[in-house]
């Protein structure tokens, strides 16, 4: 795969964790930020896939649809979250 190079201007207290965290998982700060970008598309993504349901399914449920959907949305929650 291609790569391309960028430039980032950060403050120094947030450049500083991010340098610490990278040698605490010994990845490179470049693989770092990769790493961080992508989970950040992934749950953009995981926002956008949930907006476009909720639009096509725009009705109220029945008290157990409600049930359920609540209980659903937890779980996507997590999910998205990086919790599950």
């Known amino acids: 795969m291609a790569q391309v190079k960028t430039a980032v201007s950060l403050d120094k207290p947030l450049f500083e964790q ?3 965290l990278a040698h605490k998982m010994n990845v490179s700060r470049s693989r770092l930020f990769a790493m961080a970008l992508e989970d950040f598309l992934r749950r953009h993504e995981n926002e956008q896939l949930l907006q476009e349901i909720n639009r ?8 157990a649809g409600q049930t359920l959907r609540q209980g659903m949305r937890r779980l996507h ?8």
Do not use: L, M, Q, S
């Open 56 to 63: 096509a399914y725009p009705d109220e449920p029945d008290p």
């Open 77 to 84: 929650r997590k999910i998205v979250e990086g919790e599950w």
């Open 18 to 20: 991010i340098d610490t």
